[in-house]
C-alpha cells in the first residue's frame, strides 16, 4: 500500500511509520518535516499537498494542535486554533482527500482520552476530540467506494510521560506498541466508523 502519513515525524507519528515502513510505501507529511510539507489547517494547503502526492491507498493522520489552558483564560481565537487545526484540518484531510484514496482505501485520524476523560486546562482540546468522534460515526455512512474510515483515540503514551504526566495523575502511560497496533488496525482492519480507544481494556 501505498501510506501517507500526517505528523509521521512526530512523537507517535515516527512509531506509526517505522512500522508501516517495513511493508508498505510511505510518505511523510507535516508542518515543518516530511516529504511534503503543508499546513493542515489551510485548506488550500490541504489540497496542494494530495495535487503533489497523487493517488494513495490509506491516510493517517497523528497531528494536530489545540489550546490548553484554564477555561477562563481561553479567547474564542484560542477555541480556533483545536477547531481550525486538529478537528477541520482532519475534516478537511477526508474532504478534500477522499478524490485522492483509491477504491478500498482508508483514513485513520487521532484524537485522544480527552474526548471521554478530560482533564483541567483541556477544555477546548476535549471539545475538538468528541468533535471528531462524532464526525467519524456519521461520515462512515457516506464515503463511497468502499472508502473506510476510523479514529484513534490514545491516552498518555509511554514516549510523552516527561511532558504530560503532571496532566494526567493517576493515568497509566500507554505503551507505544499498542498505539502502533490502533493505528494497523485503523489501515489493515475491515472496520469502519470506529473509535479505537487505546484505553479501554478491549
Same mark, same amino acid.
Given at each position: ?7 509521521? =515525524?512526530?512523537?507517535? +507519528? ?5 512500522? %508501516? /515502513? ?5 510518505? $511523510? ?18 489540497? &496542494? ?12 493522520? *497523528? ?10 483564560? /481561553? ?11 486538529? /478537528?477541520? +484540518?482532519?475534516? #478537511? !484531510? ?7 484514496? =483509491?477504491?478500498? +482505501?482508508? %483514513? ?5 482520552? !480527552? ?6 486546562? *483541556? ?17 462512515? !455512512? &457516506? ?5 473506510? $474510515? =476510523? ?20 493515568? #497509566? ?7 502502533? #497496533? ?6 489493515? +482492519?475491515?472496520?469502519?466508523? &470506529? ?5 479501554? =481494556?478491549?
Amino acid at each position: 500500500m501505498k501510506i501517507l502519513i500526517v505528523g509521521g =515525524n512526530g512523537t507517535i +507519528g515516527k512509531k506509526v511509520s517505522a512500522h %508501516f /515502513l517495513k511493508k508498505h510505501e510511505v510518505i $511523510i507529511v507535516g508542518r515543518n518535516s516530511g516529504d511534503v510539507k503543508f499546513d493542515m489547517a489551510d485548506s488550500q494547503s490541504v489540497k &496542494e499537498m494530495f495535487e503533489k502526492i497523487g493517488k494513495v491507498d490509506a491516510v493517517v493522520c *497523528t497531528a494536530g494542535d489545540a489550546k490548553w489552558a484554564e477555561f477562563d483564560t /481561553l479567547t474564542e481565537d484560542d477555541f480556533y486554533i483545536g477547531i481550525k487545526s486538529k /478537528l477541520m +484540518g482532519q475534516v #478537511n !484531510l477526508v474532504r478534500i482527500g477522499k478524490d485522492y484514496l =483509491n477504491p478500498g +482505501g482508508s %483514513f485513520t485520524l487521532s484524537t485522544g482520552i !480527552l474526548a471521554d476523560y478530560p482533564v483541567r486546562m *483541556t477544555t477546548s482540546a476535549a471539545m475538538v476530540n468528541g468533535a471528531i468522534h462524532s464526525f467519524v460515526k456519521a461520515v462512515c !455512512l &457516506e464515503l463511497g467506494d468502499g472508502i473506510r $474510515i =476510523n479514529v484513534v483515540s490514545s491516552g498518555l503514551v509511554e514516549d510523552a510521560v516527561d511532558h504530560y504526566q503532571a496532566y494526567f495523575p493517576g493515568h #497509566n502511560p500507554i505503551p507505544m506498541t499498542k498505539v502502533v #497496533n490502533g493505528f494497523v488496525k485503523g489501515v489493515e +482492519g475491515a472496520a469502519t466508523g &470506529e473509535i479505537i480507544r487505546m484505553y479501554d =481494556n478491549s
